[in-house]
């Protein structure tokens, strides 16, 4: 077979891409349906970890988000409810993604741990290489951190993917305020590269400046538009 | 020709010393700088660099004689390509935490040089069972130093091996061993020692 003439060149290029992009088709279209219960199960568990709800498997963590999720409401930055959220909610507020979020549909998490209510408000920002999200759980008094998960698409391991590997840095943020005492409507909460602050700073990573200005800058923004809901007390 | 002769055994072994991927054919390097401030990480790594190596190994020399020369690269590529893909959504689908952890990791795997440079050297001339061994051992001999690296990085850098504390408490960990830069140093170290110890350039032929 002459394999170098330039129509079998062609004829062979054609028909092993689309050879293969069947092949990725069928294989996408078959694992769908159980990459989206994946997906949506590590949410819940992301919202578990940002309560301090660690180390359950999948089942145990699907059962404890029905019990602990009062209501999954979406709201806007004027604190009105667009849309109620139900017990053990994912069809509102836990459906929104950043996209949404720009839009200013906000997603918050009413919970009850221990017969405590906390709050869960999801945070977007970007990380150095990529998209970083988070949860941050607070307190009923609106301005302490209960506590904190984030997560990121493609920060560097070991560095950057310390703000999601990392348990004992989420860990610093409980106890922290959002605010400044007196200052109700700056964000203070950040991680800087040296600590002025400790009753709203966290230390940053070290060797991951640029992501922990990325947290700095995702709690600024986004904390900002729930400005109406945490000074409504 | 059996299927462990001695021909064949030495295409599996020769990766791991005397041909290693990293120390002697230099490559891959950039994945393994930037994967191994952990162990874990390096570990999942080189498994999976393993697996892609072997089995694009396979595909390639099953189809060698069919690719049109001019555009073997190409086909390569896609095949590599297509490959990781695959293995990326069946993760996806049933082992969600280790797809997870991999995320940019395979990304890195379509580029890692390894791939392409066994397929050109060795597949694209070799029946596809010498292939798959050629894949394994390559494979295994660049996880081989990847572990290596990583267990110094995170023993030293955080005192702690797969996330579990080793060194007391009281150990401070060295910044430095997190960098990329200090990878490249240990790398270097490496090969001296092997090439001082175990490697004989002039001798091996």
């Not at chain 2, 690719?67 to 990781?84: D, E, F, N, S």
């Not at chain 2, 990304?107 to 010498?130: H, V």
């Amino acid at each position: 077979m002459k394999t170098n003439s330039n129509t079998y060149t062609i004829i062979y290029s054609s028909v092993l891409v689309v050879v293969v992009a069947f092949l990725l088709a069928f294989v996408f279209q078959a694992l769908k349906p159980a990459q989206d219960v994946n997906v949506a199960l590590d949410k819940q568990k992301q919202i578990l970890y940002s309560l301090n709800i660690r180390g359950l498997d999948n089942i145990a963590a699907a059962a404890k988000y029905k019990e602990v999720v009062i209501a999954d409401d979406i709201i806007d930055s004027n604190d009105k409810v667009v849309k109620a959220g139900s017990q053990g909610g994912t069809e509102a507020g836990f459906m929104l993604s950043s996209a949404d979020y720009k839009a200013g549909k906000l997603a918050l998490f009413r919970c009850k741990v221990d017969g405590k209510i906390k709050y869960v408000i999801p945070v977007y920002g970007m990380g150095l290489w990529g998209p970083i999200n988070g949860y941050l759980a607070i307190n009923d008094d609106k301005v302490t951190v209960f506590g904190a998960y984030f997560n990121h698409e493609s920060e560097t391991a070991g560095l950057g993917a310390e703000i999601k590997d990392n348990q004992k840095w989420q860990e610093k943020f409980q106890g922290k305020k959002l605010f400044k005492s007196g200052d109700n409507q700056n964000i203070a909460l950040s991680t800087p590269k040296k600590v002025d602050d400790p009753a709203t700073q966290v230390d940053g990573v070290s060797g991951a400046t640029l992501t922990s200005n990325g947290v700095t800058a995702m709690f600024k923004e986004c904390l900002t538009k729930y400005l109406k809901f945490l000074n409504d007390k | 020709m059996g299927l462990f002769s001695k021909q064949n055994k030495q295409v599996l072994a020769k990766p791991l010393s005397l041909d290693n991927p990293i120390m002697v054919q230099v490559l891959g390097i950039c994945s393994a700088l930037a994967v191994t401030s952990q162990l874990k990480p390096a570990i999942v790594m080189g498994l999976a660099v393993t697996v892609i190596t072997a089995f694009s190994n396979v595909i390639i020399s099953i189809i060698r004689k069919s690719i049109p020369m001019r555009i073997r690269i190409i086909v390569q590529l896609v095949v590599v390509a297509a490959l990781v893909t695959i293995v990326s959504q069946i993760l996806k689908a049933f082992a969600y935490d280790v797809s997870v952890q991999l995320s940019v990791y395979v990304g890195l795997i379509i580029t890692n040089c390894i791939l392409m440079g066994r397929l050109e050297a060795f597949a694209m001339m070799n029946k596809p069972w010498p292939s798959f061994l050629d894949g394994i051992g390559n494979g295994l001999g660049y996880a081989m130093i990847l572990i290596i690296v990583g267990f110094v990085r995170e023993l030293f850098g955080r005192g702690t091996l797969l996330g579990f504390q080793v060194l007391p408490d009281s150990y401070v960990g060295n910044g430095m061993m997190t960098m990329p830069a200090m990878a490249l140093i240990l790398l270097g170290c490496i090969i001296w020692v092997h090439r001082a110890y175990f490697y004989k350039e002039e001798e091996s032929k």
